[in-house]
């Protein structure tokens, strides 16, 4: 049963860098794309990127010029950095797996299992 | 990007009754469609990927339909432990979106 835990700091002054790590355990990152997702307090679901087990990684338009996400694959982590935040970026940050279906498009299955979620707070 | 609308936003129902919750793409994305369930302060749990394929350990109330660009989440026989908010989301191309929600809520 493959679960992911994350942790990082959970307030960040604007302007500075949110950083998120997502641990991998029970499972292998073959054949999987590794997503973070995030949510506004009291709002939906926000898709910020995804990263597959050979690194490369793709952004959400809107984030792209501040992210960045990293695989670690011999520690079976992945991470999150966020530059130049807001308090627009407060949010619950979350990390899941997909099941890649076909490639060179990728083509994913849902997003399953989920990490349990990080509340990051933008604010001086 | 591919837009992703639910309707309705929220919908009051009671214990046993049959809920359809929809969901439309912008653009056709073949099955590439999941179905999410979401409780206060915990994260999404995936309910059916694929259009109509159902988790593992999903109760067989829950089902989905539809391909290319309309979709239906259906309950057939909703529980106490089913009022949630639900979300649909398409995993066709990047951004990877979601629908805005759908809220159940008791009558």
């Known amino acids: 049963q493959v679960q992911l835990q994350q942790w990082g700091a959970g307030l960040v002054k604007p302007s500075e860098t949110l950083s998120l790590t997502c641990a991998v355990y029970g499972g292998s990152f073959t054949g999987y794309s590794w997503n973070w997702i995030r949510q506004p307090p009291g709002k939906g679901l926000e898709w910020i990127g995804e990263i597959d087990h050979s690194g490369s990684a793709t952004y959400n338009p809107s984030l792209k010029s501040r992210l960045t996400i990293s695989l670690d694959s011999s520690r079976s982590q992945v991470s999150l950095n966020l530059s130049s935040v807001t308090a627009a970026d407060t949010a619950v940050y979350y990390c899941a797996r997909a099941y890649v279906v076909a490639v060179p498009i990728i083509r994913l299955w849902g997003f399953d299992p989920w990490g349990q979620g990080t509340l990051v707070t933008v604010s001086s | 990007d591919i837009q992703m609308t639910q309707s309705p936003s929220s919908l009051a129902a009671s214990v046993g009754d049959r809920v359809a919750i929809t969901c439309r793409a912008s653009q056709s994305i073949s099955n590439y469609l999941n179905w999410y369930q979401q409780k206060p302060g915990k994260a999404p749990n995936l309910l059916i990927y694929?259009?109509?394929s159902l988790k593992s350990g999903v109760p067989s109330r829950f089902s989905g339909s539809g391909s290319g660009t309309d979709f239906t989440l259906t309950i057939s026989s909703l529980q106490p432990e089913d009022f949630a908010t639900y979300y649909c989301q398409q995993t066709y191309s990047p951004p990877r979106t979601f629908g805005q929600g759908t809220k159940v809520e008791i009558k």
């Open positions: 694929a259009a109509s």
